[in-house]
Nanobody
Framework: QLQLVESGGGLVQPGGSLRLSCAASGFTLEDYAIAWFRQAPGKEREGVSRISSSLSATNYADSVKGRFTISRDNAKNTAYLQMNSLKPEDTAIYYC????????????????????WGQGTQVTVSS
């Protein structure tokens, strides 16, 4: 069964940190670009960060630049999103996604480029 499973979400105070994990099973994550999306209540899903399959090039939404770091460990078939200096506006369900597409020819976060999606993990930033 091909799937992505996120973990690491939870409740954290403003200014705190969380690390989300995205574990793949049934396929080799190394061959795929990986992205993190999030959806806050009443809002559309938005791209947060992505990382290429080769060279590990990264991109970030302006709202998280300097605070979030995406990474991948191909040996563990897992990707990560380190989130620091969290703000209440980061509260959302976070989804990881994997896709095979010409990363350097595509700008931004296009959901249609991703074939596999996780079920999501809730992140709540509140005092």
């Amino acid at each position: 069964q091909l799937q992505l499973v996120e973990s690491g979400g939870g409740l954290v105070q403003p200014g705190g940190s969380l690390r989300l994990s995205c574990a793949a099973s049934g396929f080799t994550l190394e061959d795929y670009a990986i992205a993190w999306f999030r959806q806050a209540p009443g809002k559309e899903r938005e791209g947060v960060s992505r990382i290429s399959s080769s060279l590990s090039a990264t991109n970030y939404a302006d709202s998280v630049k300097g605070r979030f770091t995406i990474s991948r460990d191909n040996a563990k078939n897992t990707a990560y999103l380190q989130m620091n200096s969290l703000k209440p506006e980061d509260t959302a369900i976070y989804y990881c996604a994997a896709g095979r597409y010409p990363y350097f020819s595509v700008s931004g976060f296009r959901e249609g480029q991703y074939n596999y999606w996780g079920q999501g993990t809730q992140v709540t930033v509140s005092s």
